[in-house]
């Protein structure tokens, strides 16, 4: 059941965070799909853990800031 809630709370924060991209740069939202991404990604990679999501979201964050600068 903890799983289940935190892998439809990373989704939500996952449309949450693509829902408010159109207002900001290049760099700052390809970061922020990045982070929310990686998030996901590493909450479902962990089984939902706290660490797993915050260090996914950072892996996450740092490539889609340097993905950015690519651009």
């Not at 991209?21 to 760099?27: F, I, L, N, P, V």
Request: net charge positive; glycine share 18%; aromatic share 0%.
């Amino acid at each position: 059941m903890n799983k289940r809630i935190a892998r439809l709370a990373a989704l939500a924060s996952l449309a949450a965070a693509l829902a408010a991209c159109g207002s900001m740069d290049r760099d700052t939202r390809d970061t922020a799909i990045g982070a929310a991404v990686g998030g996901v990604a590493g909450s479902v990679l962990t089984g939902g853990s706290t660490a797993g999501t915050v260090g996914g979201a950072v892996v996450g964050g740092v490539i889609g800031n340097e993905n950015a600068k690519r651009k």
